[in-house]
């Protein structure tokens, strides 16, 4: 049997009808961005742009072509009344906001510090609601999200979305341009030895991220009593759905070197959306000491720590937090 495709998801679900053009122009946008990374060697788009974001890290051209993409498909949306951007410093207001009116959260391009080597990178993006008419704070609890959702753009074009029931995955049919429907509700598998950390900045770590590392790495004669695996992409999309696919845990912890600036990820377009994913299938989401969703960002580039996948390994870690005051 064909699978069904997003608009027929979305449709059944009974969304918005705006709600649904937004969320197939975030489609549409994915799917372009796919074609240009796919053909980023052929078209010049590897190395560096030569510019940095408002993160001070070098933009890859593919980079600015995602942002590009996005802000041209997406800004035309009907009430869309507002853009957040990893690539862009200011809230890009588009028109007067109306109660009910979205805002759109997105990091266009994550994971591209691995376009060069030709590993899997993705989009995140995040929906919210203006609460009220003119109200123009997008500073908002991760709670708050009406949809949140990625792209991986892996061996299969995959969007993954998580809008109010379960978690769907909608794999890109190349030949018709079309997102089918082939994972109707992801759950993350309980009781996977599974954790992926950057581990060069072990030194660097919090006692109790080291603490919950060392009982995993102690194995099956260590107080965990199985082995564990790890895994590292640099590329929070993959790991994330590798979790959603097989359970683990992803940590990326405050650690002395990033601690000033409130840690490596951004909470607004990262983090928070990949909480709701995470949550709706079954999982856990938090900083090691309170749970992302409920985080009130304090601007919109803020960082945060990470530990988000499986819930009895996100509470392990938590309990290693309690434990160190
Ligand atoms: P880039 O988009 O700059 O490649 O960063 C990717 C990312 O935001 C996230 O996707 C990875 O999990 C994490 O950073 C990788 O961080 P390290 O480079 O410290 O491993």
């Known amino acids: 049997m ?6 027929r998801h979305l449709t059944d679900a009974g969304h918005d009808s705006d709600l649904i053009f937004l969320l197939e122009d975030i489609a549409s946008a994915c799917r372009a ?18 510019s940095t974001n408002v993160q001070g890290e070098d933009q890859k051209p593919l980079d600015i072509i995602a942002n590009d993409i996005f802000l041209a498909t997406c800004a035309n949306s009907p009430r869309l ?3 957040v951007s990893e690539e862009i410093e200011e809230v890009v207001w588009l028109k007067e906001p109306k109660k009910g009116d979205y805002l759109l959260f997105f990091d266009p391009l994550d994971g591209s510090s691995n376009l060069d080597t030709n590993l ?13 008419d003119g109200d123009r704070n997008v500073l908002r609890p991760g709670s708050d999200q009406l949809v949140a959702g990625y792209a991986l753009y892996g061996p299969a074009t995959m969007m993954v979305l998580a809008a109010g029931k379960g ?9 018709s341009g079309i997102f089918r429907l082939t994972h109707a ?26 603490a919950y590392v060392d009982d995993c790495l102690a194995g ?16 929070m999309v993959a790991e994330v759905h590798r979790i959603l696919m097989r359970g683990g845990v992803f940590l990326y912890p405050l650690d002395e070197k990033n601690r000033d600036m409130g840690g490596r990820l951004r909470l607004l377009y990262e983090v928070a959306p990949m909480a709701k994913i995470i949550e709706a299938a079954g999982g856990a ?21 990470a530990i988000l996948g499986a819930s009895d390994e996100v509470w392990r870690v938590e309990a290693k937090h309690a434990a160190t005051p």
């Open 2 to 7: 064909t699978s069904i495709t997003l608009r």
């Open 33 to 50: 961005t796919a074609y240009e990374v796919r053909n980023g060697p052929l078209k010049g788009n590897l190395g560096v742009a030569g």
């Open 81 to 83: 009344a507002a853009l």
């Open 120 to 132: 899997s990178v993705g989009t995140i993006f995040s929906i919210m609601q203006v609460a009220e």
């Open 167 to 175: 978690v769907q995955s909608f794999t890109l049919h190349q030949g």
């Open 185 to 210: 509700d992801m759950k993350i598998p309980e009781g996977t030895a599974e954790f992926s950390i950057n581990a060069s900045r072990q030194r660097f770590w919090e006692p109790p991220m080291r």
């Open 220 to 235: 099956k004669d260590g107080p965990r009593g199985v082995d564990f695996n790890m895994r590292w992409v640099a590329s």
């Open 285 to 305: 989401a938090s900083t090691g000491r309170e749970r992302i969703m409920d985080l009130v960002p304090t601007e919109p580039h803020q960082r945060v720590p």
